[in-house]
């Protein structure tokens, strides 16, 4: 096998990148899992040497055009293989990278927390943007979320697990819209209706709930455990979220107050803001306004469907408030506000592969199956690092010894993230000011007698 170095003469911390990376795909067993999901080779270098080539390129600051275009290294796959791995339709993308997900699940992360621990499913999409394409496969006018107009692109809905400290992609779809009149570009006429690629394409014309409803199944069949589905208030209708409990698994919520979205309280139905305005609230600045039970609708049995909504502060808007939903009942508020918090990993997964990974920058094929096979290499990268960094922070994943003797990973809290808040602010001041550790610290000790009592007790601060 050549050499699957991006570059001709590495240097030492890349020699140690490409060890981690090897080490990475032969403990996790990255050449089955495509062997797996059907990936094959015509000719030439094999699927697993391709990929790995591509893996390799955004850790060594390398742009694929580039690289093929500058080194004349007849060691290295060409444009021709490169592009007709990523263009082919027959591989099953979705299924290595489920199947590598859950590999790790179940043998690396889920040993390392305690059953108290709770794991959930995190569900959410992102602008995948084309903003300057115009004749991409299936190219969509889609709502971003973000800035609130509607651009070119696709919406990539991701389903995610999570216990706390470590986020792990399951899988995805990028959806183009379900409307032909919002459709640039229609899918091509050359497919092959037996192969995952038509399937794909199939799927990307579904509506949003219909396909969250698509990853969810095949998450939970491939034997993900979790207790708890989150996700925001663009999927929290209560058609949805009876659909998700027949999935046999709890959905917590973000609710958004729609007019002719109604819940039953009393006997009456109100929607969100006239349940608002009945329910008894808690005097004082109390964080939790109130909470309620309600009834969301009946199941295929006749059987009444219960939930509670908490009716939180919005920190941002001390007038306002926000609400959240948990089908499990038995929950206490703070439980339910809590839980609901581990849904801003897939925020963080979101912004690392967009701006660091190069999400939807590193390739500009026109195909479909090329836009879905750099999204799971991306996907595949970011895997990669969260298990770096769970292994370098967490002592348990060193051996037996560590993993009776420590204890596991904690929910980050409020003081933990003011601490490197001001750790960071030490060395950011340190390196502009040239300041000496007594300097520093006679700096720091006039900001913290000037801090109210309750971040001082946070900080662990007398006085």
């Known amino acids: ?71 004349d290294d007849t060691a290295r796959p060409g444009k021709d293989s490169l592009y007709r791995f990523l263009n082919s339709s027959r591989f099953n993308w979705r299924k290595f990278l ?12 889920s040993p390392l927390s305690s059953g108290e621990c709770v794991k959930v499913l995190i569900l959410d999409d992102s602008l995948f943007s084309r903003a300057r394409s115009k004749a991409v496969e299936l190219l969509a006018n889609v ?16 389903l995610g697990w999570s216990d706390g400290n470590t986020f792990v992609p399951l899988c995805f779809s990028l959806l183009s819209s379900h409307k032909q009149e919002n459709r640039y570009v229609e899918m091509s006429t050359d497919n092959d209706k037996r192969t995952v690629g038509y399937k794909r394409r199939e799927e990307s014309m579904m509506k949003s709930s219909v396909a969250l409803l698509e990853l969810l199944e095949q998450a939970l069949a491939a034997g993900v455990q979790a207790s708890y589905l989150l996700f925001d208030s663009w999927f929290s209708f209560p058609s949805t979220i009876m659909n998700v409990l027949k999935q046999g698994i709890h959905v917590i919520c ?65 007038k306002q408030w926000l609400a ?27 912004k690392m592969n967009k701006s660091y990974l190069r999400l939807a920058k590193e390739f500009q094929g026109r195909s479909y199956d090329m836009m879905f096979a ?30 009776v003797c420590c204890d596991e990973l ?28 007594e300097q520093f610290q006679e700096i720091f000790d006039r900001f913290t007698a000037s801090l109210p009592k309750f971040y001082k007790g946070l900080l662990g601060i007398s006085g």
């Open 254 to 318: 973000m609710l958004k107050a729609m007019p002719k979205v109604f819940y039953t309280y009393n006997g009456a139905k109100f929607n969100l803001n006239g349940l608002y305005k009945e329910v008894r609230k808690k005097r004082g600045k109390a964080k939790i306004l109130a909470s309620v039970v309600v009834i969301l609708g009946v199941d295929e049995s006749d059987q009444e469907v219960n939930a509670r909504i908490v009716f939180v502060r919005d920190r941002n808007r001390s």
């Open 98 to 109: 489920l199947r590598l997900s859950c590999g790790l699940i179940q043998t690396k992360l």
């Open 1 to 71: 096998m050549f050499s699957m170095s991006i570059v001709s003469n590495p240097s030492a911390s890349e020699q140690q990148l490409t060890s981690q990376v090897d080490q990475f795909f032969v403990q996790h067993r990255i050449s089955k899992l495509l062997k797996q999901s059907n990936f094959f080779k015509e000719c030439g270098f094999t699927c697993f040497e391709l990929f790995k080539f591509i893996f390799l390129l955004v850790f060594g600051n390398k742009n694929l055009y580039q690289t093929l275009k500058k080194e």
């Open 143 to 158: 709502h971003d979320h973000t800035t609130g107009k509607f651009v070119r692109g696709f919406r990539m809905l991701t």
């Open 324 to 350: 959240l939903l948990s089908t499990d009942i038995n929950l206490t508020d703070e439980e339910i506000v809590r839980i609901y918090g581990k849904r801003w990993d897939i925020e963080v997964f979101f």
């Open 410 to 437: 904690e929910d980050i809290k409020l003081a933990t993230t003011l601490m490197l808040l001001v750790d960071l602010l030490k060395q950011a001041i340190q390196e502009v000011l040239l300041l000496t550790e």
């Open 374 to 403: 750099h999204t799971t290499l991306v996907f595949t990268r970011y895997l990669f690092l969260a298990m770096e960094t769970r292994e370098n922070k967490d002592q348990r994943t060193l051996g037996h010894l560590f993993y």
